[in-house]
């Protein structure tokens, strides 16, 4: 049976817009600040159910000389999308995240990523992002859509190793 997506609405005690959101987990590639050559992504709550990524990009990130990776591009925008779930008051994991790349990022620039829940369907949490290099205005370098699947916390509980 298919259900109609319903319009996201933040959890009441999700962190208001303008709230610096803490990593999740302290060695996460995506936010964790004890990762060595992490994204070290800092997200900072929007309107309703988004966020505002941004990260800095470094000789770590790259593949092609002077590039970004496109995996690593590719883990911002999972990150990004993960903390805008998260606004909905439940943790949630990637199902499928696809990645429209429309320019070369360099290394060096700061990649602003803009994240937001498009709707909700059950367990389902759609989501739609662009980033820009830079300056957060200038036109996309990349375009994306995710679907995640809300889990309970004790999700990561049974898959922690450290």
């Known amino acids: 049976m298919q259900r109609s997506s319903t319009a996201p609405l933040p959890h009441p005690e999700a962190p208001g817009p303008g709230s610096v959101l803490p990593s999740h987990f302290h060695h996460c590639y995506g936010c964790g600040p004890a990762h060595p050559t992490g994204l070290r992504s800092r997200v900072v709550v929007g309107e309703g159910v988004s966020v505002h990524s941004t990260v800095e990009l470094t000789r770590d990130h790259q593949g092609a000389p002077g590039l970004a990776h496109g995996g690593l591009l590719s883990a911002a ?4 999308f993960g903390s805008a779930a998260l606004l909905l008051g439940r943790p949630a994991v990637t199902a499928n995240l696809s990645v429209d790349y429309l320019r070369p990022v360099p290394i060096g620039t700061t990649l602003h ?8 369907d059950g367990r389902k949490v759609h989501l739609s992002a662009e980033a820009m290099i830079d300056d957060a205005a ?21 898959h922690r190793t450290t």
């Not at 925008?77 to 990004?80: M, Q």
């Not at 859509?145 to 049974?158: K, Q």
């Open 113 to 120: 990523i803009r994240a937001y829940c498009t709707g909700t």
């Open 138 to 158: 200038a036109e996309p370098v990349l375009r994306a859509t995710a679907v995640f699947i809300a889990v309970t916390f004790d999700h990561f509980a049974r």
């Open 77 to 80: 925008l999972d990150e990004a």
